[in-house]
């Protein structure tokens, strides 16, 4: 019911800034919230960040003061701006979304490196 697609990954030097699109399309009825995970190969799938419907926004640690997850409604556009990028910020990052159903993007890309 909702695809999503995510873009502006790349590589970047440590300290470094990147903001992630994760674009969103369909049937986005009730209640829900986008989210923005990352992995690394071989390790767990974590939480950066998420924001609801309404605005309300939620950071966890990997890049708690680190970065600021924000909407666009006019295109239902959720944002992901990071700076002070470090190597260990190198990552697969995924945009979620999650309703009534639970829609996963492809993943973009980061690397911090320099």
């Known amino acids: 019911q909702v695809q999503i697609v995510e873009s502006g990954g790349g590589t970047v030097q440590p300290g470094g800034s990147l903001t992630l699109s994760c674009a969103a399309s369909?049937?986005?009825?009730?209640?829900?919230?986008i989210a923005w995970y990352r992995q690394a190969p071989g390790k767990q799938r974590e939480l950066v960040a998420d924001i609801s419907k309404f605005g309300t926004t939620n950071y966890k640690d990997p890049l708690k003061g680190r970065c600021t997850i924000s909407r666009d409604n006019a295109n239902n556009t959720v944002y992901l701006q990071m700076n002070s990028l470090k190597p260990e910020d190198t990552a697969t990052y995924y945009c979620r979304y999650i309703g009534t159903v639970d829609s996963w993007g492809q993943g973009t890309q980061v690397t911090v490196s320099s």
């Open positions: 369909g049937s986005m009825t009730g209640f829900y919230v």
